[in-house]
C-alpha cells in the first residue's frame, strides 16, 4: 500500500484538496508548536542549529501554502525513489517474510 502511493506520487501530482488539508495540519501544528516557550526555543534552536536565515520561522507558513501538487511530485521522484531508501524491520522473520517482499531490493535470507 505505502509502495504504491509512493509510486503514484512520483509519477503524479496530489490532488490540491489532499494537499491543502496537509499544508493545513502542518502549518496549525507549527503555530500551535509556537504558542508555548518551549516551542519556541526549539524551533530557534532548529534555526541555529541548521544555519537558517532570521526569516525562516517568520516564513515558514506562508512557505508550506506555497507548495504547489506538482512540487510535490517532482520532489517525490526525485528523493522517494526505491533505490534511495531503506527499510528496517524488527521481528519475526518467518511471519514478516511475505509482507516485506514489496520492499525487496534483494531477497531475504
Same mark, same amino acid.
Do not use: C
Given at each position: 500500500?505505502?509502495v504504491?502511493?509512493?509510486?503514484?506520487?512520483?509519477?503524479?501530482?496530489?490532488?490540491?484538496?489532499?494537499?491543502?488539508?496537509?499544508?493545513?495540519?502542518?502549518?496549525?501544528?507549527?503555530?500551535?508548536?509556537?504558542?508555548k516557550?518551549?516551542?519556541?526555543?526549539?524551533?530557534?534552536? @532548529?534555526? /541555529?542549529? #541548521?544555519? *537558517?536565515? $532570521?526569516?525562516?520561522?517568520?516564513?515558514?507558513?506562508?512557505?508550506?501554502?506555497?507548495?504547489?501538487?506538482?512540487?510535490?511530485?517532482?520532489?517525490?521522484?526525485?528523493?522517494?525513489?526505491?533505490?534511495?531508501?531503506?527499510?528496517?524491520? @524488527?521481528? /519475526?522473520? #518467518?511471519? *514478516?517474510? $511475505?509482507?516485506?517482499?514489496?520492499?525487496?531490493?534483494?531477497?531475504?535470507?
Amino acid at each position: 500500500r505505502d509502495v504504491a502511493r509512493i509510486e503514484t506520487l512520483r509519477r503524479e501530482s496530489p490532488p490540491a484538496r489532499e494537499l491543502k488539508g496537509q499544508e493545513e495540519q502542518i502549518a496549525g501544528r507549527f503555530v500551535t508548536t509556537n504558542s508555548k516557550p518551549s516551542g519556541i526555543i526549539a524551533q530557534l534552536s @532548529v534555526v /541555529d542549529l #541548521n544555519g *537558517l536565515n $532570521d526569516s525562516w520561522l517568520n516564513s515558514y507558513v506562508q512557505n508550506v501554502h506555497a507548495v504547489k501538487p506538482a512540487d510535490v511530485q517532482r520532489m517525490s521522484e526525485m528523493y522517494l525513489g526505491p533505490n534511495k531508501m531503506t527499510v528496517v524491520v @524488527v521481528g /519475526d522473520m #518467518n511471519k *514478516l517474510k $511475505d509482507q516485506l517482499k514489496p520492499f525487496q531490493a534483494k531477497p531475504i535470507e
